[in-house]
């Protein structure tokens, strides 16, 4: 069992997909040996009974049998259900093998001989274009990079065996001819496979008409490729290949049989050649392909098959000429040496480099035609070829003065030929990925500022709506005020008098406009009567308040209710004369009063409250409604809100929400936010370079771009690192979390390293080349990087290539010590490296990883690294470390601790003192497991967790969570039970993130009765206080919702 996980793992074969693959492997290995014998037994038998003379002829009527079978086949896929064609494919191959084995028993015809020659070909086609067309339905694109080369592996392996177990099974069999009854028996087998395949697993889910980005697929003939420049130049290429290949083969046979005359020993001499061809084969996909297509690209991969072909063609055309091309010539040894080394490269180069060479040709078609192109150039345009070979040879035949050496020479003008038709296909292809560029037009900026807040969502239902309007109702008054307006403008009608009631009783007065229009529209009288009643309800409160007197009396009310009513008529009405009031309303001391005086000082952008939001802008109470008001004073405030990022002490959560504002601002703020690029903090660097994206800025300026492109190096670097660690650490030895923290990890740096392309480059382009990469195929990421080739500069290509060549991690740092230091470490002495790892480079929950798995190295002593972390600043490390020297002799941990300042020493030994430690590592551990959190980075994530409140719960012990302003409640110990006047009876167990929507069920007064249990309060405040990328936001409000 140990022994069968282990081969799995090396070959990359995960548990969900074992029995697909090991199907596929098994039919793919009787495919290849029904290919080896039917070819090599017929190819005799022809060359046997006709010599030469008729090859020409069955070129000409194979190919017209095989456009007519790919024609037939094209159709039945549209036609058929493709589990059911895939069936009859195989059925329909394996009784014309049997067929024409079992005819030999009632005729010697060579007539029968010739059948089974022109058959082989479109056989072939039908089974191996079936075959794929099954891999591609049961496996991703992203499954098939791993998996395809193993399934084709298959193929070649059972080719192999089979061609050199060919001397052995002619001493078995009566004949050659009986080869073809294992090759029936072969294609039988994986019949019955085939069957397996088809009752396991759904082989219909596919819509042929769509490609597989959910593109119509266009229909496409003939006539249509040869109208476009760059499907011409292909199909040319395609065309040529196949003349070669015939001409090669014609010359091939004849040549091989002078020196193999006889029967078996002919065939005997098939297999060794076909065994040998597609070793060279497997050696040349395996270790040739990728290095040539990396470090020479395409280019070279086009030209390598004519250019092989042509040099070994003339010196067999020169040997021929001076030394004689008959069987009695005493250098027809050598002639023959050079005619079959020309057929080795011309069938090994097809298969190993020019086919995945046109996959990747392919790619920069328009997806709602490529799938219709590839299989036209592979089956109609092939057999096309087919033809013309044979129209050619079979004129060429006519004349009877012409010698093998003639067709040499004519060979040598096709290689000519498809030379300058590579290098036309080339330039085409170079057009084409140039098209799909300056096809891409430049973004200015995401989505506009106003629809970035979530108000009302018409895709969801009403109730989970009105739980976004309780949400944003403590977060945000602009998304509050938003809600509303956007569900009038929506038309809802459900719960329209709870609606209006709610929109009374918080005084929405932005609603007015939105309700006119919609009283004006309803035909419903009951709903129009409700929404008029609310309309004149908010019009007489302004019409009874607006006056400066009125507003002088709410604003000196002993009741904070009155004065935050007279905040929001101030900001409503807008009225200049009253302005001065807002100073007074943001003085006071009731939180819900100052909160609407700053929305109204923004509303009003009044001059001298903008130095008091500022300074409210670093109170945790008052900062989400600060940050959400100076969006509205916009450029008014850039000045002041630079000063205050500078400030001595700032915390880094308030840096990055200034930094973010700017974003909002717009491209007035782009030269505060190009300053920021050389911030020695990386986080705000990061937030810089989001907010420069959304404005839409583009370097123009030399100096700016040279400083964006050293911070693209940088992250380079950091990623060179990253994968050098990741290479060195192991499962067994450091356990997964902190595998998987680097993993999280790289998954950020790779997308710091996009948004900084995007930066610089156009951004489409930049989408266009991560959009191939991501799909992870050997030739999306080969033609991602031909599109990254066209833009990006030179001094940056060789390092930044090298993080996305589909090449293993370990040779990715082995290219990368080229150009960083990056040392091979031990155990001890790398997690000691992560852990004195600069900050800025590395999550200080990665670091936490590296102390908790030093913990676990029993050999290892507390070292100064170790100690150095007791008195850092963060919280995080702090913890780990203590947890890390208490496990070590108590004489060395009481002398380290007691250095430690008294007031973090009792804070610290509460940790300890816990029955379970959970300690801000843990926590942030727990969390990220829970989709909530899935799109938060571990720096943000942990700041969050930081910010929570953990209460430990005795049993039968409550806590009322109904004013807790719709905090997110980890539980992490225990079990809970929650109690609602509504007699709702829900219970949980740890570990669990409860989310604000148990908490919410109307006005209902919410008790939580607690068995033995550990929670954590999250306030979702601190959401948007250390989320500054409102994308995120959204993602995390719409999963709590």
């Not at 028996?185 to 009752?199: G, R, T, Y």
């Not at 060794?272 to 297509?293: Q, R």
């Not at 009513?565 to 004369?577: D, P, S």
Request: net charge neutral.
């Amino acid at each position: 069992m140990a022994k069968t996980h282990n081969i799995q793992k090396v070959l990359s074969i995960r548990k969900e997909e074992q029995a697909a693959v090991y199907l596929l492997l098994s039919q793919t290995v009787f495919l290849g040996i029904f290919l080896a014998l039917f070819d090599i037994s017929t190819t005799s038998l022809f060359i046997n009974a006709f010599g030469e003379s008729m090859i020409s002829k069955a070129f000409l009527v194979s190919g017209v049998i095989g456009f007519a079978m790919s024609a037939l086949y094209y159709r039945a896929q549209n036609s058929w259900k493709f589990s059911k064609l895939i069936v009859y494919n195989l059925l329909f191959i394996s009784v014309i093998t049997l067929l024409l084995r079992l005819s030999f028993y009632f005729t010697d015809s060579n007539i029968l001989i010739f059948v089974a020659f022109i058959i082989m070909g479109p056989l072939n086609l039908l089974g191996i274009v079936g075959f794929w067309g099954m891999a591609g339905r049961l496996f991703t694109l992203r499954q098939g990079k791993r998996l395809f080369s193993l399934i084709d592996a298959g193929q070649t392996f059972g080719m192999i065996l089979i061609s050199f177990l060919i001397p052995i099974l002619l001493n078995l069999l009566s004949n050659n001819k009986d080869l073809l009854f294992i090759s029936a028996a072969s294609i039988l087998v994986a019949l019955i496979i085939q069957f397996a395949i088809v009752k396991r697993f759904d082989l219909n889910k596919d819509d042929e008409s769509e490609d597989a980005d959910g593109n119509k697929r266009q229909k496409l003939k003939l006539a249509d490729i040869y109208g476009n420049k760059y499907l011409r130049s292909m199909s040319s290429y395609v065309i040529l290949s196949m003349l070669a290949a015939f001409y090669m083969f014609y010359i091939f046979l004849p040549t091989t049989k002078n020196l193999y005359p006889g029967e078996n020993e002919y065939t005997v001499f098939l297999g060794m050649f076909t065994g040998t061809l597609m070793i060279f084969t497997f050696l040349i996909k395996t270790l040739a392909y990728d290095k040539i297509t990396k470090n020479y690209g395409i280019k070279v991969n086009l030209l390598l098959p004519p250019f092989l072909l042509g040099i070994f063609v003339i010196l067999a055309m020169l040997t021929g000429i001076f030394f004689g091309a008959t069987p009695g010539a005493s250098s027809y040894v050598l002639f023959f040496l050079f005619v079959a080394l020309g057929r080795l490269f011309s069938v090994s180069l097809k298969n190993a480099i020019e086919i995945p060479s046109q996959k990747i040709l392919y790619q920069s078609l328009d997806g709602s035609i490529r799938h219709k192109v590839q299989v036209a150039l592979d089956g109609m345009v092939n057999e096309i070829a087919t033809i013309s070979a044979g129209i050619l040879l079979f004129v060429m035949g006519l004349f009877e003065f012409f010698t093998i050496i003639h067709y040499a020479v004519f060979l040598v003008i096709i290689a000519v030929v498809w030379i300058f038709t590579a290098l036309h296909v080339h330039k085409e292809y170079k057009n084409s990925l140039g098209a799909v560029l300056k096809g891409d037009e430049q973004i200015e900026g995401f989505k506009a500022l106003s629809s970035n807040y979530q108000g009302f969502d018409p895709d969801i239902e009403l109730s989970r709506n009105l739980k976004r309007m309780r949400i944003n109702q403590n977060l945000s008054h602009i998304r509050h005020e938003k809600f509303f307006i956007d569900l009038f403008a929506n038309g809802q009608f459900e719960n329209i008098e709870e609606i209006t009631k709610l929109i009374d009783e918080f005084s929405i007065f932005a609603a007015i406009e939105p309700m006119k229009k919609f009283a004006a529209r309803v035909s419903n009288e009951i709903h129009k009567k409700i929404v008029v009643a609310t309309l004149e309800n908010l019009e007489n409160t302004i019409k009874e308040n607006g006056e400066e007197k009125a507003v002088r009396k709410l604003v000196s009310s002993p009741y904070p209710a009155e004065r935050a009513l007279a905040a929001k008529i101030i900001g409503y009405t807008q009225n200049k004369t009253l302005s001065h009031l807002i100073i007074t309303l943001l003085r006071d001391y009731d939180p819900q009063v100052k909160i609407s005086a700053i929305y109204a000082a923004a509303q009003m952008n009044d001059r001298s409250s903008r130095n008091i939001l500022i300074d409210l802008l670093q109170d945790d109470q008052y900062n989400t409604a600060c940050y959400d008001a100076l969006k509205i004073y916009g450029r008014d405030v850039m000045e002041q809100l630079d000063q205050l990022f500078y400030k001595s002490g700032l915390p880094i959560s308030i840096q990055l929400q200034i930094v973010s504002l700017y974003a909002f601002i717009g491209k007035p703020a782009i030269k505060y936010l190009v300053n920021k690029l050389e911030y020695s903090t990386q986080r705000v660097v990061h937030a810089a370079i989001k907010s420069l994206l959304i404005i839409g800025y583009n370097p123009k300026v030399e100096s700016e771009k040279q400083k964006v492109l050293q911070l693209l190096t940088d992250e380079i670097s950091n990623f060179a690192w990253n994968l050098n660690i990741s290479t060195q650490i192991s499962k067994k030895a450091h356990g997964t979390n902190i595998i998987e923290a680097f993993m999280s990890e790289r998954k950020y740096i790779l997308e710091r390293i996009y948004n900084i392309l995007m930066l610089v480059y156009n951004r489409q382009s930049v989408e266009q080349v991560r959009k191939n990469l991501d799909t992870g195929t050997s030739e999306s990421v080969s033609y991602g990087l031909e599109l990254m080739d066209l833009f990006v500069d030179e001094e940056i290509k060789s390092v930044l290539f090298i993080a996305f060549e589909d090449i293993s991690d370990n040779e990715k740092v082995r290219r990368f010590q080229d150009h960083f230091p990056l040392p091979k470490l031990e155990n001890i002495e790398l997690l000691n490296d992560i852990i004195n790892r600069d900050i800025n480079y590395i999550s200080r929950f990665t670091k936490a990883c590296a102390l908790e798995t030093l913990s676990q190295f029993p050999d290892s002593s507390v070292s100064d690294t170790s100690i150095a972390q007791l008195f850092n600043k963060d919280l995080m490390l702090k913890q780990e470390a203590l947890l890390l020297i208490s496990k070590d002799s108590e004489t060395k941990y009481k002398e380290i601790f007691s250095r430690v300042d008294y007031q973090e020493r009792a804070l610290l030994e509460e940790l300890l003192n816990q029955s379970k430690h959970y300690s801000l590592y843990t926590l942030v551990s727990l969390a990220q497991e829970n989709e909530i959190f899935g799109d938060l980075n571990y720096n943000e994530l942990t700041t969050l967790i930081e910010n929570g409140k953990m209460i430990n719960m005795a049993q039968s012990e409550s806590i009322d969570l109904s004013n807790n302003e719709l905090d997110l409640v980890i539980l992490l110990a225990g079990e809970l039970k929650l109690n609602t006047a509504d007699s709702i009876d829900n219970r949980f167990e740890a570990p669990k993130v409860l989310d604000a929507h148990h908490f919410v069920q109307n006005n209902d007064k919410v008790y939580v009765a607690i068995q033995p249990a550990t929670i954590l309060l999250l306030p979702y405040k601190k959401v948007l206080q250390f989320t500054n990328d409102f994308q995120q936001q959204e993602i995390v409000l719409s999963r709590i919702i």
